[in-house]
């Protein structure tokens, strides 16, 4: 049998290398005449034993041969002798003990013959004595056998003891190694059994709810969470615990001050060899300044936008003052023809009531450009309504043909009938096209040698969105300005903004579309922005 690696096995295993490397050192005619040496003693001893037992036995056998004429004592020196010598040295006994029993026990007495008469008797003593001899040898061989057993399980048991404690040694350092850096990564950490039954927090997280650790396990883990939080965070749960999928979520979470904070909060399963789940761990991260940021921004890119209204109507005034004008003097026109076909003799009361019906229609659309006006400077919620894009682009083309015409440059609009319609903020839309016309007319402001042209063009560009076009035969765009011009801020006008080309993308971006620009294959720049198809 293979000795264990135990630590006695090892020191014994270390014993014999040391004393195999000091032999080593020897001749080797000397190590095998060592060798030699320490068998042949053992031989001598085991027999001179074995000879001492038979000639003990000999000498009471005779001493008590009055009361006891029969020589059974010789099995016992024959066990003996085979129980410390062996097979060989209880052989040997066998032999010299029927020499002695023939000679001294076995008529004719003295003499190595048998009788007739005894020679069964002599013939069971041999075999008795073999017997004797075997049974004795196999005893000692299968005790041998056994101590050794023993000394190896108690080797194997104590390498087995001693390799579990070593491991048991590793995991707690692990696990204390584990908890210390659980405590020192700046975040919230828990942990909870397969079933979802919170069982672990760091100290950070226990210190943000001043609970102990008695207080956050199992269901009294949600009792820190706002009651308008609850419901949502448990059946995020039992869905994660029931799929084994990641938990994501934010809830608030009250402090030991009382006062609520928003964190964002995510579990992973740790699954075992089979897929199962072994354990949940989640992390806390507190979310409160980011979401007072979110809101603060939202708040500003609201101020912005409306300051951007105001100040793309502070550049329109002159063109929507001259609009505004345009249909007070009509009204006013047709209002003294009506009184003259009503002053003829006789009346013609025909033409005066074509006349009212122009002075009623030319009051409307004043009306319509007075409301739209004070509707950009209102600080009011986006309001959707559902419209025709190419009706918007129309009414805006009437707004700046004046400014175009007085710059030169040529409108020209490419609108194609049955366009589907789109929901959208009414008055941001005009923004986001006024705005881009604008840019377009100012592209071409000192331009001299080329014709000033701009084009406004719809078209469905795909099942969901309408696409608008607005094309300039300007200068361009650098390709490195080309990647500014919608940051926020960032200008190429002497007096402008840098803004609204930020609001505009920002204002189609909220209604589900995308602004963008590209070069005009024919020179100047192409603005164009998508906007989704009422459904």
């Known amino acids: ?30 190590r095998k005449r060592k060798s030699g040496a320490i068998g042949l003693g053992r031989a001598i001893g085991s027999y001179g034993f074995a000879l001492l037992s038979i000639a003990i036995a000999l000498s009471s056998t005779l001493l ?12 016992a020196a024959v066990m ?51 017997v004797a001899s075997w049974v004795s040898s196999s005893r000692r061989e299968t005790e041998e056998a056994l101590k050794d057993a023993r000394d190896q399980l108690e080797a194997r048991v104590a390498q087995r003891t001693a390799e579990l404690q070593k491991s048991n040694e590793g995991l707690q350092e692990r696990e204390r190694q584990l908890r ?21 927090c760091n100290q950070r997280l226990l210190d943000y709810v001043g609970r102990s650790i008695a207080e956050m396990q199992g269901a009294r883990f949600m009792e820190t969470i706002h009651s308008e939080d609850l419901e949502n965070f448990r059946e995020s749960w039992h869905r994660a615990l029931s799929t084994g999928k990641q938990l994501e979520g934010q809830w608030r979470v009250r402090g030991a001050d009382g006062h609520y904070r928003t964190f ?47 100040l793309t109507i502070g550049e329109l005034t002159a063109s929507i ?89 040529a409108m020209r609009m490419e609108l194609p ?33 080329a014709p000033k042209e701009v084009v406004i063009s719809s078209r469905r560009e795909s099942q969901t969105n309408i696409l608008i076009i ?20 960032f200008t190429t006008k002497p007096q402008g903004t840098g803004m609204g080309l930020s609001i505009s993308r920002s204002i189609v971006e909220s209604h589900g579309g995308r602004l963008w620009s590209v070069p005009r294959p024919s020179g100047g720049g192409i603005f164009q922005f998508t906007i989704p198809i009422s459904s």
């Not at 096995?9 to 080797?28: F, N, V």
């Open 64 to 75: 008590l041969q009055r009361f006891f004429p029969y020589p059974f004592l010789f099995f």
């Open 417 to 449: 009938s049955g366009l589907p319609k789109v929901r959208a903020d009414r008055v941001q839309l005009e923004q986001v096209v006024l705005n881009l016309v604008m840019n377009a007319m100012d592209a071409m402001r000192d331009q001299t040698s």
């Open 321 to 409: 003052a001259h609009e505004v004008d345009q249909p007070l003097t009509a009204i006013v026109t047709y209002g003294d023809a009506c009184l003259e076909w009503l002053s003829a003799n006789p009346p013609n009361v025909e033409e005066a009531r074509q006349a009212a019906k122009r002075v009623v229609q030319d009051g409307t659309r004043a009306g319509t450009i007075l409301n739209r006006i004070r509707a950009l400077f209102k600080k009011e919620s986006p309001a959707k309504q559902l419209f025709d894009i190419n009706d918007l682009i129309r009414d805006l083309a009437v707004f700046v043909r004046e400014q175009a015409l007085r710059q030169g440059i």
């Open 470 to 489: 607005v094309e300039d035969s300007g200068p361009g765009l650098n390709p490195e300005i080309a990647e500014k011009i919608f940051s926020p801020f």
């Open 80 to 130: 003996a002798s085979a129980w410390f010598g062996g097979m060989a040295p209880g052989l040997f006994a066998v032999v010299i003990s029927t020499i002695a029993v023939d000679y001294f026990f076995i008529p004719p007495f003295h003499s190595l013959a048998v009788n007739a008469t005894d020679g069964s008797y002599f013939a069971a003593f041999v075999a008795s004595a073999l």
């Open 180 to 200: 210390l850096l659980t405590e020192v990564i700046p975040q919230q950490i828990w942990s909870a059994a397969p079933n979802g039954f919170v069982d672990y």
């Open 264 to 310: 964002f909060t995510r579990a992973v399963a740790l699954e075992g060899v089979g897929g199962e789940t072994v354990r949940w761990y989640a992390t806390n991260t507190d979310i409160e300044e980011r979401e007072k940021a979110e809101r603060a921004l939202l708040q500003t890119q609201a101020e912005v936008a409306h300051l951007s209204q105001a």
């Open 1 to 30: 049998m293979t000795p264990m690696n135990t630590p006695l096995a090892q020191s014994a295993h270390d014993s014999e290398e040391a004393k195999s490397l000091e032999d080593s050192s020897l001749p080797i005619r000397s």
